[in-house]
């Protein structure tokens, strides 16, 4: 397969390889690649529940606390959803 790119793409190329981050030219577009192709794989996920366009907060929940560390997830209080207004607002614990 012959690719045909701009002067300004090939230079770019050039200079990845130039600078030892990639080991040859076709290193360089492989990896441009699979950015694309997992850009699109991510893109053709559906993102709808039940039909409304959105996704389940549970799931989103999941998506923003999956690169926490352990020692961080231990730290959280585990009665967050009951004294919400305590650890938000500051205002006094309730009873249980």
Do not use: C
């Amino acid at each position: 397969m012959n690719i045909l790119l701009s002067e300004s793409w090939q230079r770019f190329v050039r200079e990845e390889v130039q600078t030892g981050r990639f080991p040859s030219e076709t290193a360089v577009l492989e990896e441009a690649l699979g950015l694309l192709k997992q850009r699109k794989d991510y893109q053709a996920k559906p993102k709808s529940v039940n039909g409304i366009g959105g996704r389940a907060i549970g799931e989103i929940i999941d998506e923003l606390m999956s690169d926490l560390p352990v020692d961080v997830l231990e730290q959280l209080p585990i009665d967050s959803a009951a004294q919400h207004d305590h650890y938000i607002y500051g205002t006094p614990k309730r009873s249980s």
